[in-house]
């Protein structure tokens, strides 16, 4: 049942990140019935995910759980600052159950099987901890450690951000 506790960690803090970003997608899809809300989680992710990327880049704040959440309080807090009058709709309450369910579902799934066998999982793994033990960015490439990741990782640095910031 660890799975069950873990994953519903992770869910509530999708919620809060899409409810975070509302304003923002409500801006880039105002047409839609749902103001784009199911595309609220995933822009939040990425704006955060970029914004401490940049930050990392230049050295302006480590990469961190502190750094990170003051990203993400300030990007809240320009969200805020640009919100309109924003009604909670059946859509938006059926989206959110879709979501719920398909997440414990899936979730479920891959606890059945947790292994890391087969594919580039390794890499990823090497990566993923690469970057979470950086300071700043790029992080060390874990095989040739005075040398920096030459490969894309932006995917990778996602779900090590999302890792930090669920601590």
Do not use: C
């Not at 749902?34 to 704006?47: E, N, R, S």
Request: glycine share 8%; aromatic share 20%; net charge positive.
């Amino acid at each position: 049942m660890s799975w069950l506790i873990n994953s519903l960690q992770w869910y509530f803090l999708l919620l809060a990140l899409g409810i975070i970003f509302v304003p923002f997608t409500k801006k880039l899809f105002g047409s839609f019935v749902d103001y784009g809300y199911p595309f609220a989680k995933t822009v939040g992710i990425i704006l955060i995910t970029y914004s401490v990327f940049v930050i990392g880049v230049f050295k302006l704040l480590p990469y961190g759980w502190l750094g990170i959440v003051i990203v993400t309080v300030v990007l809240g807090y320009l969200n805020w600052r640009v919100r309109k009058k924003i009604q909670i709709t059946r859509t938006m309450i059926f989206e959110e159950v879709l979501f719920l369910v398909s997440f414990l579902f899936l979730s479920f799934i891959r606890s059945q099987e947790p292994s890391i066998h087969g594919l580039e999982k390794f890499m990823d793994y090497g990566f993923m901890q690469s970057i979470l033990k950086s300071t700043y960015f790029p992080p060390a490439d874990m095989w040739y450690s005075p040398e920096p990741i030459n490969y894309y990782y932006f995917g990778h640095l996602t779900g090590a951000t999302l890792i930090k910031l669920s601590r």
